[in-house]
């Protein structure tokens, strides 16, 4: 009888720290960038990406990585003022 006590108090634990744990990894694949001045983090995914895309476009500079990208400070401003909306035309 114990057995059984201790085999559903296991299950109980497990059912209760699975989510947990999922939630935990949710960027675990994303490279994440400081924005100094907002003091927030910028987890780089594809619709980030896209919307640095569309800010390069929107100043007609050419394509250069993020990781490259030297005005970092310039693009945390222009994504934080017109929030994450990417207009396709």
Known sequence: ???LLIL???GIA???????AALADD????KRYY???????????????RQYRAYLVERHQAYVPFV????RR???KYHHEHGFTVGIR
Do not use: T
């Not at 497990?14 to 947990?20: D, E, F, G, R």
């Not at 924005?35 to 990406?49: L, T």
């Not at 490259?68 to 005005?71: A, D």
């Open 1 to 3: 009888m114990k057995h």
């Open 8 to 10: 559903g108090a296991l």
């Open 14 to 20: 497990a059912s209760i720290i699975a989510p947990v």
């Open 27 to 30: 960027h675990h694949r994303e």
């Open 35 to 49: 924005d100094k001045s907002h003091h927030d983090y910028h987890y780089w995914n594809d619709g980030e990406d």
């Open 68 to 71: 490259q990208y030297r005005h």
């Open 74 to 76: 310039e693009y945390f």
